[in-house]
């Protein structure tokens, strides 16, 4: 049996982290995994030297053309042989590829997210899907709530997991400035990176001495970034030092007192999960279901819109050494326990290796030929979510 996970681009974010850790840890329980991208697209050089991702010729963009989904599903029949697996990520072009693959393909969906567009198109092609994969609590229990009762059985909690921190944070005693670090894609809807420059003013006002490193990339949102900074007058209490590598980054974190996640909208919470596993505290907006599952008592998950309460949380830190060494300790134990990379193989194998012994699905037939292609309105994400101005979302979503 051979795995294929289906994807569109790969950078160095939560995305591309959890996509290198699914491959290696089913290649550690012994499963072939060939990762298959719509076109080429990999700003993750660690990712394309190690799994070796196979590119559909032909397609060098996001496309809902007949003619590029007829290439991705005819380099996924000729890759694949029956009883082997795909699994998709909800992405909107490889979901419409599904009528085209051969139908002893066994397929797994995997819903990453809890937005309404995630969720919607999670469901598709539910008689055809083997499998439904949530990564997190809140996914699971969002995602399971509006699937027909019929396929709840196939659906399945495999959180997504972190690899072993090298070298966890030891060193909580000292005092002086709250060295807090931001990690990941720098943007403010899902992110709420927005939200970091008036936290930190907040902060100062108070005469708390704290200051904030980011790293990651900015997602279309350099100058937005730089217009929040200057708004709150945090010139000189934050500082973007790159994006750096994936190794780099488990080197970095132990470095700082608390890692800071101001995020609007989350599956999972990769970053918080790595600097969970490497020993540091984490101060995190409350999204049920997942930061608060992941996290528990081990960290402070505050109202995500509530600036004051990201201050309370990271001056009581600032405050407190000892609590930060007994919450940092705690949270590598929690998410160890929560989302070890082992046991995200093992359960990952498992699934696999199931679904490839059963037939437990309908094969579907398309709906048109692939020349005259139209997706179907089942395919398109949440309406709302093609309709409104992106400044309306960023405000509603800290309501979701």
């Given amino acids: 049996m051979t795995v294929f996970p289906l994807f569109n681009e790969i950078y160095r974010d939560g995305m591309g982290t959890a996509a290198i850790t699914l491959v290696r840890a089913l290649r550690a329980q012994g499963v072939?995994?060939?990762?298959?991208?719509?076109?080429?697209?990999?700003?993750?050089?660690?990712?394309?030297?190690e799994c070796h991702p196979v590119f559909v010729e032909g397609n060098d963009r996001f496309s809902l053309e007949g003619d590029a989904i007829g290439r991705m599903a005819r380099t996924v029949n000729a890759l694949a042989k029956p009883g082997d697996c795909v699994i998709t990520f909800c992405s909107p072009n490889w979901l419409c590829a599904i009528p085209w693959?051969?139908?002893?393909?066994?397929?797994?969906?995997?819903?990453?997210?809890?937005?309404?567009?995630?969720?919607?198109?999670?469901?598709?092609?539910?008689?055809?899907v083997s499998a439904f994969v949530c990564i997190s609590k809140g996914v699971f229990?969002?995602?399971?709530?509006?699937?027909?009762?019929?396929?709840?059985?196939?659906?399945?909690?495999?959180?997504?997991?972190?690899?072993?921190?090298?070298?966890?944070?030891?060193?909580?005693?000292?005092?002086?400035?709250?060295?807090i670090v931001y990690a990941g894609r720098i943007e403010a809807t899902?992110?709420?990176?927005?939200?970091?420059?008036?936290?930190?003013?907040?902060?100062?006002?108070?005469?708390?001495?704290?200051?904030c490193d980011l790293y990651g990339y900015f997602h279309n949102w350099e100058s937005g970034w730089r217009k929040s900074v200057e708004a709150a007058g945090a010139e000189k209490?934050?500082?973007?030092?790159?994006?750096?590598?994936?190794?780099?980054?488990?080197?970095?974190?132990?470095?700082?007192?608390?890692?800071?996640?101001?995020?609007?909208?989350?599956?999972?919470?990769?970053?918080?999960?790595?600097?969970?596993?490497?020993?540091?505290?984490?101060?995190?907006?409350?999204?049920?279901?997942?930061?608060?599952?992941?996290?528990?008592?081990?960290?402070?998950?505050?109202?995500?819109?509530?600036?004051?309460?990201?201050?309370d949380a990271l001056e009581m830190l600032a405050k407190d050494p000892a609590m930060r060494e007994s919450l940092g300790r705690a949270a590598r134990k929690r998410i160890t326990e929560l989302a070890s990379f082992e046991a995200h193989g093992r359960n990952y194998a498992k699934l696999f290796r199931d679904v490839s012994y059963r037939r437990d699905y309908a094969d579907v037939k398309p709906h048109c030929e692939l020349s005259r292609y139209v997706q179907p309105s089942f395919?398109?994400?949440?309406?709302?979510?093609?309709?409104?101005?992106?400044?309306?979302?960023?405000?509603?979503?800290?309501?979701?």
């Fill in 237 to 311: 209490l934050v500082e973007w030092k790159g994006e750096v590598s994936h190794s780099e980054l488990a080197g970095i974190i132990p470095r700082y007192d608390v890692f800071l996640a101001p995020t609007n909208f989350e599956g999972f919470g990769l970053s918080v999960a790595e600097s969970m596993m490497n020993g540091v505290p984490v101060v995190t907006s409350l999204i049920p279901g997942v930061t608060d599952w992941m996290v528990g008592d081990t960290g402070r998950c505050v109202p995500k819109s509530d600036i004051k309460a990201f201050a």
């Fill in 141 to 179: 229990d969002r995602f399971v709530a509006k699937l027909p009762a019929r396929h709840r059985v196939k659906a399945v909690l495999i959180p997504n997991a972190v690899e072993d921190a090298p070298h966890p944070k030891t060193v909580y005693s000292k005092n002086g400035r709250l060295e």
């Fill in 101 to 128: 693959l051969d139908s002893e393909i066994r397929i797994a969906n995997a819903v990453h997210s809890i937005n309404p567009s995630t969720l919607k198109l999670g469901r598709a092609y539910a008689d055809r």
């Fill in 379 to 400: 395919l398109k994400p949440w309406g709302p979510a093609r309709l409104l101005p992106v400044w309306l979302k960023t405000r509603l979503r800290r309501f979701m």
């Fill in 190 to 211: 899902s992110k709420g990176c927005d939200k970091i420059p008036k936290i930190l003013a907040e902060l100062a006002r108070r005469g708390v001495d704290a200051h």
């Fill in 32 to 49: 072939e995994v060939r990762p298959v991208h719509a076109w080429r697209d990999v700003k993750f050089a660690e990712y394309e030297s």
